[in-house]
């Protein structure tokens, strides 16, 4: 992934041009944490999201065809009571 590739570049960058005692390096080691941290935030959302979302398309599917089920059925009875009338 790009932004994984990013984030590990950004840590070497960090590691290669200065150590823990300046003070930009330390933001810039605390920013890309955060950008890190953000971003297998953001996956971890959007994998949750994925599997909502198929979840929500089974249940279209099957209430359509429970739908569908139903329409067989109502038409099989509503046939079954004209026949009936027209005997009786």
């Known amino acids: 992934m790009d932004e994984a590739k990013l984030v590990d570049e950004l840590n070497e960058l960090v590691r290669q041009f200065g150590g823990p005692s300046d003070p930009t390096s330390k933001r810039l ?3 890309a944490k955060q950008a890190e941290d953000n971003q297998k935030e953001l996956q971890q959302k959007v994998d949750c999201l994925r599997e909502s979302l198929d979840y929500l398309r089974v249940c ?4 359509l065809l429970d739908i569908e089920a139903t329409r067989r059925e109502n038409e099989y ?4 009571l004209q026949d009936n009338q027209q005997e009786g």
């Open 29 to 31: 080691a605390i920013l």
């Open 60 to 63: 279209i599917k099957y209430m």
């Open 77 to 80: 009875l509503r046939k079954l």
